[in-house]
């Protein structure tokens, strides 16, 4: 049957609007080009980050924008006109993230106030005030005390602030590397950022790591400072004494000569017990150095440490093994406790392995324990 001319001139208009139909869902899939201001209104409500897609108009409503940024306060960032130009509704961004600063108008990266709040919250938004700010010595200090890197974005005058620079290394010591060069050579500076943070020795000028006093007040805060220290000040057997003194931690660092000394380790005992963990193991391992240990110091104390080491301590060989336990026996002490039906007396280093039944009478925990304690070579069958 032929077609009339009416049916095909309706045809074109039909297959337009289908593609325009098809065209518009393809490009706004969820219909937010066909939502009115109430409903654009309530999913900002609902979700602040709606107002990244909302209409022009919206981005200058201040109670519309005041609700987001009370969501999330980088949603200033969406803000435009008179919502951006309100003093109020800037300040509560900043005040919740002081890094919003940056979406703030000029007239208001001037203002004392919002500035001051801003830097509070996050030192590092210094960066995005005024120059006038940048210079003004309150601010900076306010800066500085909540991120010691902040003092980078300082005026260059500023940064020579000696009282600044202290604030600034001992809240964060890496605010070192942007003191200007005869600030980091003040040896007051340099102490106070390797208290901070001993990541800072690898600013430090070469002069400090032979410097005593610098490298003594840095271990204090962490033992690892002394493998930052010349290697002279390293092999001086004085200076590696006061350090043991100050934190026996930092003798597992020092040069493996001295570790290996048998006298040496003897004196760093004297000034502190716990050196012994950090000796060489051919050192810790000896039976006869044990001995002699426990022929200087026989109060009771020293001789249950020499037990309890002897006992907890994993040789690497099966020669240093047998060392360790027949150190024990000298010591007067067993591997375990004869007394228990379960932990019987240990002949070597890896037999008297307890059965089931034995461990099973000690409950769950006592039994999870000894089947699979690391010290055991052992697994139980089945």
Known sequence: MPRSEGSRSAMPSTRCSIFSVWFRKRRDPWGLVAMNSARW?????????ALQLAPPELHADVQLVRHAVIQDARALAFARGAALEDRDLVLAAVRANGSTLRYAPMELKDDTQVVA?????????????????QED???????????????????RKLRKNPSLAMSAVQQNGLALRVLPPELCLDRDVVLAALRSNVQTQQYVDGVFKG?????????????????FASDELRRDRNFVLKAVERDVKCFAV?????????????????????????AAPEVREDTGFLAEVAAKDSSPLRTAYLRAFAMRFRPSTSESRSRVESATA?????????????????????????????????????RRVALFHPQLKWRPEG
């Open 254 to 278: 020092a040069p493996s000569e001295l570790r290996r000394d048998r006298a040496f380790v003897h004196e760093c005992m004297a000034k502190n017990f716990m050196a012994l963990e950090y």
């Open 41 to 49: 209104r309530d999913a900002i409500r609902r979700d602040w980050r």
């Open 211 to 227: 410097d005593p006093y610098i490298i003594l007040g840095a271990i204090q805060r962490n033992a690892d400072s002394l493998r």
């Open 330 to 366: 000298t010591l007067g002490g067993v591997s375990r406790s004869a007394s228990s039906p379960s932990l019987r007396p240990r002949t070597s280093w890896a037999s008297s392995r307890p059965s089931v039944e034995e461990t099973c009478q000690f409950g769950r925990r006592r």
């Open 137 to 155: 010595m309150a601010i900076v200090a306010q800066a500085v005390a909540q991120n010691g890197l902040a003092l980078s974005f300082a005026h």
């Open 117 to 133: 709040e801003a830097v509070q919250k996050d030192g590092m938004a210094l960066q995005f005030a005024s120059k006038r700010m």
